[in-house]
């Protein structure tokens, strides 16, 4: 198994421009979630999903759009990118069993978005 | 709100040195935490879980952790420092209120190991 795989790994946007941060499992997990995280602080949830067709905000969703068509891939879209969106991006997935909060969650490599 | 504060945002250590990297939880119920790290340039790695099932964790490269629930703690420790340690450390909650049950992050420990 590959993982959690993510791409690109770096990119640089002009501010206004759009692009679309890409994330597979082939896990066949239910659950996937995009994180953010900013240069000395922890993760921040963007948004995430518990399974195909089904996506909800997180902490910090404005500025972002989700969609979630297969179980396998969960695109992250950015439509108008600004300066603050420089960040890493992380997406994880989990299985979602009954033990619910003790899943691991997985994490792909991460994509380094600069915005300027 | 289920949160966790890392009470130390860096900690030097000297190799062949006990690691010691402290982190305070809220919960209004039980938590489920967990130990992540990240290599520079890297993704997050699991270290540990904490599942109620035993309050003395033992994880990966000799990592281990013990849930204290009187003292809301969830320490990470380590007898001895290697330098493959130097790394970004995150404690982390379940946060089962949310229907996805995402992840809530300390903001990170960096741990630096001298030779």
């Known amino acids: 198994n590959a993982g959690v795989t993510q791409t690109p790994k770096f990119r640089i946007l002009k501010i206004g421009q759009s692009m679309t941060l890409q994330c597979t499992q082939d896990m066949n997990h239910n659950y996937m979630y995009w994180y953010r995280q900013d240069p000395g602080m922890g993760l921040k949830l963007i948004y995430y999903s518990v399974g195909a067709g089904i996506t909800d905000k997180g902490e910090v969703p404005n500025g972002y759009n989700v969609s979630r068509s297969t179980t396998e891939d969960f695109p992250l879209r950015l439509e108008l990118a600004a300066p603050s969106q420089t960040s890493v991006y992380f997406c994880?997935?989990?299985?979602?069993?009954?033990?619910?909060?003790?899943?691991?969650?997985?994490f792909g490599p991460g994509t380094r978005l600069t915005v300027l | 709100a289920q949160s966790v504060t890392q009470l130390d945002s860096h900690v030097s250590v000297s190799e062949g040195t006990p690691v010691l990297l402290r982190c305070n939880y809220s919960s209004s119920y039980s938590p489920s935490l967990f130990w992540y790290v990240q290599h520079p340039n890297k993704g997050l790695q699991l270290l540990l879980k904490y599942t109620s099932a035993a309050t003395l964790v033992k994880g990966i490269n000799g990592f281990e952790a013990e849930f204290k629930k009187s003292e809301t703690s969830f320490h990470l420790t380590k007898p001895s420092a290697h330098m493959s340690d130097a790394a970004e450390y995150f404690c982390v909650v379940s946060d089962s209120s949310q229907a996805g049950t995402a992840l809530i992050f300390g903001k990170g420990t960096t741990l630096s190991v001298s030779s």
């Open positions: 994880a997935s989990r299985q979602g069993l009954a033990g619910g909060p003790t899943d691991t969650q997985y």
